[in-house]
Protein backbone atom coordinates (compact mmCIF):
# COMPACT_ATOMS: atom_id res chain seq x y z
CA UNK A 1 0.00 0.00 0.00
CA UNK A 2 0.84 3.62 -0.79
CA UNK A 3 1.09 5.44 2.97
CA UNK A 4 2.88 8.42 2.75
CA UNK A 5 3.37 10.98 0.10
CA UNK A 6 6.90 10.38 -0.77
CA UNK A 7 6.26 6.60 -1.86
CA UNK A 8 3.00 8.00 -3.97
CA UNK A 9 5.75 10.59 -5.00
CA UNK A 10 7.82 7.59 -6.08
CA UNK A 11 5.42 5.06 -7.63
CA UNK A 12 4.39 7.73 -9.86
CA UNK A 13 8.24 8.69 -10.99
CA UNK A 14 8.67 5.32 -11.68
CA UNK A 15 5.68 4.34 -13.71
CA UNK A 16 6.16 7.54 -15.81
CA UNK A 17 9.49 7.02 -16.55
CA UNK A 18 8.91 3.57 -17.46
CA UNK A 19 6.20 4.84 -20.11
CA UNK A 20 8.33 7.59 -21.44
CA UNK A 21 11.12 5.29 -21.71
CA UNK A 22 13.61 7.60 -22.78
CA UNK A 23 15.79 4.86 -22.45
CA UNK A 24 14.63 3.75 -25.79
CA UNK A 25 14.62 6.98 -27.06
CA UNK A 26 18.67 7.42 -26.87
CA UNK A 27 19.22 5.16 -30.48
CA UNK A 28 16.63 7.12 -31.91
CA UNK A 29 17.45 10.52 -31.46
CA UNK A 30 21.18 9.67 -31.86
CA UNK A 31 20.38 8.98 -35.24
CA UNK A 32 18.03 12.32 -35.72
CA UNK A 33 20.82 14.60 -34.49
CA UNK A 34 23.83 13.33 -36.41
CA UNK A 35 25.91 16.23 -37.39
CA UNK A 36 24.38 18.67 -35.19
CA UNK A 37 26.52 20.72 -32.77
CA UNK A 38 26.10 20.11 -28.82
CA UNK A 39 23.91 23.54 -28.28
CA UNK A 40 21.78 21.82 -31.10
CA UNK A 41 21.17 18.59 -29.60
CA UNK A 42 20.49 20.48 -26.37
CA UNK A 43 17.73 22.59 -28.24
CA UNK A 44 16.15 19.57 -29.76
CA UNK A 45 16.22 17.58 -25.97
CA UNK A 46 14.65 20.66 -24.85
CA UNK A 47 12.20 20.75 -27.68
CA UNK A 48 11.15 17.19 -26.89
CA UNK A 49 10.63 17.50 -23.30
CA UNK A 50 8.44 20.91 -23.83
CA UNK A 51 6.59 18.79 -26.40
CA UNK A 52 5.90 15.90 -24.12
CA UNK A 53 5.28 18.05 -21.05
CA UNK A 54 2.54 20.07 -22.63
CA UNK A 55 0.50 17.74 -23.98
CA UNK A 56 0.55 15.23 -20.45
CA UNK A 57 0.23 18.40 -18.42
CA UNK A 58 -3.37 19.10 -20.65
CA UNK A 59 -4.10 15.33 -19.87
CA UNK A 60 -3.34 15.16 -16.12
CA UNK A 61 -5.26 18.58 -16.05
CA UNK A 62 -8.62 17.88 -18.27
CA UNK A 63 -7.96 14.42 -19.00
CA UNK A 64 -10.86 12.84 -16.38
CA UNK A 65 -13.15 16.15 -17.66
CA UNK A 66 -12.35 15.45 -21.64
CA UNK A 67 -13.25 11.80 -20.43
CA UNK A 68 -16.38 12.71 -18.49
CA UNK A 69 -17.58 14.50 -21.58
CA UNK A 70 -17.41 11.42 -23.33
CA UNK A 71 -18.80 9.54 -21.27
CA UNK A 72 -15.90 7.44 -20.27
CA UNK A 73 -15.42 5.70 -16.88
CA UNK A 74 -12.33 5.61 -14.37
CA UNK A 75 -12.92 1.96 -14.38
CA UNK A 76 -13.41 0.93 -17.98
CA UNK A 77 -10.67 3.88 -19.38
CA UNK A 78 -8.34 1.86 -16.87
CA UNK A 79 -9.04 -1.57 -18.23
CA UNK A 80 -8.84 -0.03 -21.47
CA UNK A 81 -5.74 1.70 -20.22
CA UNK A 82 -4.02 -1.00 -18.66
CA UNK A 83 -4.58 -3.32 -22.09
CA UNK A 84 -2.76 -0.60 -24.12
CA UNK A 85 -0.23 -0.10 -21.52
CA UNK A 86 0.17 -4.17 -22.11
CA UNK A 87 0.25 -3.77 -25.87
CA UNK A 88 3.41 -1.02 -25.79
CA UNK A 89 4.87 -2.70 -22.78
CA UNK A 90 5.14 -6.17 -25.22
CA UNK A 91 5.80 -4.05 -27.87
CA UNK A 92 9.10 -2.45 -26.22
CA UNK A 93 10.38 -5.90 -24.66
CA UNK A 94 10.05 -7.77 -27.35
CA UNK A 95 11.65 -5.01 -29.43
CA UNK A 96 9.33 -4.67 -32.33
CA UNK A 97 9.87 -1.77 -34.48
CA UNK A 98 8.48 1.51 -34.00
CA UNK A 99 7.06 3.06 -37.05
CA UNK A 100 9.30 6.21 -36.77
CA UNK A 101 10.78 7.89 -40.07
CA UNK A 102 14.28 7.81 -39.11
CA UNK A 103 15.24 9.75 -41.93
CA UNK A 104 13.30 13.10 -40.97
CA UNK A 105 14.98 16.59 -40.82
CA UNK A 106 17.15 17.23 -37.81
CA UNK A 107 15.16 20.05 -37.12
CA UNK A 108 12.01 18.05 -36.35
CA UNK A 109 14.01 15.60 -34.26
CA UNK A 110 12.48 17.09 -31.11
CA UNK A 111 9.16 16.71 -31.88
CA UNK A 112 9.66 12.96 -33.06
CA UNK A 113 11.04 12.55 -30.12
CA UNK A 114 8.29 14.06 -27.78
CA UNK A 115 5.38 12.93 -29.19
CA UNK A 116 4.51 10.48 -30.26
CA UNK A 117 7.66 8.21 -28.76
CA UNK A 118 8.15 9.42 -25.22
CA UNK A 119 4.74 10.83 -25.49
CA UNK A 120 2.24 8.37 -27.05
CA UNK A 121 -1.32 6.83 -26.69
CA UNK A 122 0.58 5.15 -23.28
CA UNK A 123 1.93 7.86 -21.57
CA UNK A 124 -1.50 9.70 -22.13
CA UNK A 125 -3.03 7.08 -20.71
CA UNK A 126 -0.61 6.55 -17.67
CA UNK A 127 -0.57 10.31 -16.88
CA UNK A 128 -4.52 9.66 -16.31
CA UNK A 129 -4.47 7.05 -14.68
CA UNK A 130 -1.99 8.64 -11.56
CA UNK A 131 -4.38 11.73 -11.81
CA UNK A 132 -7.29 9.66 -9.86
CA UNK A 133 -4.61 7.29 -8.35
CA UNK A 134 -1.55 9.24 -6.74
CA UNK A 135 -3.32 12.50 -7.24
CA UNK A 136 -2.88 15.95 -9.37
CA UNK A 137 -0.29 17.47 -6.94
CA UNK A 138 2.13 15.00 -6.69
CA UNK A 139 1.44 13.20 -9.95
CA UNK A 140 2.75 16.95 -11.00
CA UNK A 141 5.84 17.06 -9.20
CA UNK A 142 6.76 13.21 -10.36
CA UNK A 143 6.19 14.35 -13.96
CA UNK A 144 8.33 17.48 -13.63
CA UNK A 145 11.53 15.50 -12.49
CA UNK A 146 10.80 12.63 -14.40
CA UNK A 147 11.01 15.10 -17.61
CA UNK A 148 13.90 16.93 -16.04
CA UNK A 149 15.75 13.04 -16.19
CA UNK A 150 14.23 12.92 -19.81
CA UNK A 151 16.12 15.95 -20.58
CA UNK A 152 19.94 14.97 -19.32
CA UNK A 153 19.46 11.61 -21.25
CA UNK A 154 18.25 13.35 -24.58
CA UNK A 155 21.37 15.64 -24.39
CA UNK A 156 23.73 13.25 -23.29
CA UNK A 157 22.05 10.50 -25.64
CA UNK A 158 25.45 10.35 -28.02
CA UNK A 159 27.32 9.98 -24.90
CA UNK A 160 25.26 7.47 -23.03
CA UNK A 161 25.04 5.49 -26.18
CA UNK A 162 29.00 5.06 -26.60
CA UNK A 163 29.67 4.13 -23.30
CA UNK A 164 26.80 1.37 -22.51
CA UNK A 165 26.79 0.60 -26.20
CA UNK A 166 23.81 -0.70 -28.43
CA UNK A 167 23.22 -3.58 -27.00
CA UNK A 168 23.19 -2.56 -23.32
CA UNK A 169 20.67 0.25 -24.25
CA UNK A 170 18.15 -2.26 -26.13
CA UNK A 171 18.70 -4.62 -23.28
CA UNK A 172 17.40 -1.90 -20.62
CA UNK A 173 14.22 -0.65 -22.97
CA UNK A 174 13.68 -4.21 -23.25
CA UNK A 175 13.70 -4.49 -19.49
CA UNK A 176 11.46 -1.20 -18.91
CA UNK A 177 9.28 -3.09 -21.12
CA UNK A 178 8.77 -5.52 -19.26
CA UNK A 179 7.88 -3.84 -16.17
CA UNK A 180 5.38 -1.74 -18.08
CA UNK A 181 3.82 -4.62 -19.33
CA UNK A 182 3.69 -5.64 -15.61
CA UNK A 183 2.42 -2.31 -14.44
CA UNK A 184 -0.35 -2.82 -16.99
CA UNK A 185 -1.51 -6.17 -16.00
CA UNK A 186 -1.93 -4.50 -12.44
CA UNK A 187 -4.19 -1.66 -14.08
CA UNK A 188 -6.36 -4.10 -15.46
CA UNK A 189 -6.89 -5.82 -12.52
CA UNK A 190 -8.08 -2.90 -10.49
CA UNK A 191 -10.30 -1.83 -13.32
CA UNK A 192 -11.71 -5.25 -13.78
CA UNK A 193 -12.47 -5.71 -9.98
CA UNK A 194 -13.84 -1.98 -9.71
CA UNK A 195 -16.38 -3.15 -12.71
CA UNK A 196 -17.31 -6.26 -11.15
CA UNK A 197 -17.96 -4.46 -7.47
Known amino acids: MMDTPLSVLFY???????????????????????GCRPEEKAQQAWLAVRVAGVILIVFLLFGLAIFDILGISPASFKV??????????????????FSHDLKAKQNIAGVLI????????????????????????LTAIALVLCLAVTWVILRYAADILRILGETVTDIMGRVLGMFLAAIAVKLIAEGVTWLAG
Open 114 to 137: GTPLLCGPGAITTITLLSTKCGIP
Open 12 to 34: AFVTLFIILDPILSIPIFVELTR
Open 80 to 97: AGGILLLILGMQVALGIE
